[in-house]
């Protein structure tokens, strides 16, 4: 097995961190076609206010009772969009570093995502449909990509990825799955 160390200077990660910030809505618009969501573009925030804001982009659509959603954003060209129909959902994410990516969507009762995203690079995506769904995914290091997809109830998914370049994807139909993926 040959280990390869990917090594990135900081002019050139601030580099290629001006041009991320740059096309953040180049970003979200390959999420929405990556990902299959139809948001309505009024809730897109106009490219000037995008780079007043550090480039950073949090989206949360909500209908339904109870559904709580909390979006925090550390550094620059970071992409969460949340989705939660349904009653008393809860989603967390955390995204820190540069050009970090997420989609988070739950439709259904008492279901929970949490998502804590850190480095650079890393792309997420969690759909959940039915009732009391747990979604776990953790992302520390560069150009990870992530998904899980619970549809059912009762399901439990943790999807750990550290280090860089890594792949995973866990899919639950039905009820009462369990599903835990570590990578480094």
């Known amino acids: 097995m040959i280990h390869t160390r990917i090594r990135r200077s900081p002019a050139r990660l601030l580099r290629r961190a001006a041009a991320l910030t740059l096309s953040v809505a180049a ?13 309505a573009a009024s809730s897109e925030l106009p490219a000037s206010e995008l780079a007043a804001a550090g480039g950073n982009l949090a989206s949360v659509h909500q209908s339904g009772n109870a559904n709580d959603a909390r979006v925090q ?43 804590a995203q850190h480095g650079i690079g890393n792309e997420a995506a969690v759909w959940q449909t039915g009732d009391a769904n747990r979604a ?37 139909y039905g009820d009462g799955s369990y599903a835990k993926v570590i990578q480094h």
Not at 138 to 159: E, F, H, K, M, P
Request: aromatic residues 4%; proline residues 0%; negative net charge.
């Open 27 to 39: 970003a979200s618009a390959w999420l929405d076609r990556a990902h299959g969501a139809d948001l």
């Open 73 to 115: 954003q550390h550094g620059q060209a970071q992409v969460a969009r949340l989705v939660q129909s349904g009653d008393a959902g809860e989603i967390r994410a955390s995204q820190s570093g540069v050009a970090n990516h997420a989609r988070l969507t739950q439709a259904g009762a008492e279901n929970l995502i949490t998502l």
């Open 136 to 172: 776990h995914l953790t992302q520390a290091g560069a150009d990870n990509l992530a998904w899980i997809r619970q549809a059912g109830n009762d399901n439990y998914a943790d999807v750990r990825q550290y280090g860089n370049g890594g792949r995973a994807g866990v899919a639950q």
